[in-house]
């Protein structure tokens, strides 16, 4: 659903306040709210199957394996070099445990070894494209993307001039070879599928607003 200009009337985005405008579309809706260039891009809250796949990686990230000094973590964002306007808040994301002391709510992509997207049943392939776009441009070196629609992951690497140079390709049943430093292999044999799609309410699709 796009948003219209008479959507939030007296919320008026533009550059330089789209973090504030995004704060309160959140606390006024429930929202997940991204700024993916320049764009408020409004999720709804994640169904059951898809916090499904989200609690199994996080279970296998968290059962000793990872390198000491690095930890898994839910509901942290990390934003573009140089333009804190814009940001993502991945399913989840692997970073340097010094993340537990910091004061700031923006992590250092540079920092994060891992990064996870779920995607969802309304997602479509343009915004999929653009999001791992995004981590490319802010040099995420490592991200794994999980598709319960289909049941297939895809990991993208070696991030260079906007764009992952090498994707790896898999279905679930197949396990994900995670690189270097986290050197772990994830077992993706009881991830969920999603099921025939409910008829959509209002709301349950993402929103996306141009700026």
Request: proline fraction near 10%; hydrophobic fraction near 35%; aromatic fraction near 6%.
């Amino acid at each position: 659903m796009s948003v219209s200009p008479g959507a939030w009337p007296h919320l008026r985005p533009r550059p330089g306040n789209l973090r504030e405008i995004a704060e309160k579309i959140e606390q006024a809706t429930g929202l997940r709210v991204q700024i993916l260039g320049g764009k408020l891009v409004m999720s709804p809250t994640p169904r059951g199957k898809h916090a499904g796949a989200v609690k199994r990686l996080r279970r296998q990230l968290e059962s000793g394996v990872l390198p000491e000094g690095l930890d898994v973590y839910e509901v942290s964002s990390i934003a573009l070099p140089d333009d804190p306007e814009d940001y993502v808040t991945p399913d989840l994301i692997v970073l340097p445990t010094d993340w537990e002391e910091d004061d700031d709510w923006l992590a250092a992509p540079e920092d994060a070894a891992l990064a996870v997207e779920v995607i969802s049943q309304s997602e479509k392939s343009r915004e999929i494209r653009d999001k791992a776009d995004w981590y490319a441009v802010a040099h995420v070196p490592v991200l794994l993307v999980i598709d319960p629609r289909n049941g297939t992951w895809a990991l993208h690497t070696r991030p260079d001039n906007g764009a992952y140079q090498d994707v790896l390709p898999g279905k679930f049943g197949e396990s994900v070879p995670l690189p270097e430093p986290l050197d772990i292999e994830i077992d993706t044999a009881g991830f969920p599928l999603y099921g025939a799609s409910p008829r959509r309410r209002r709301g349950d699709e993402g929103v996306e607003s141009d700026l």
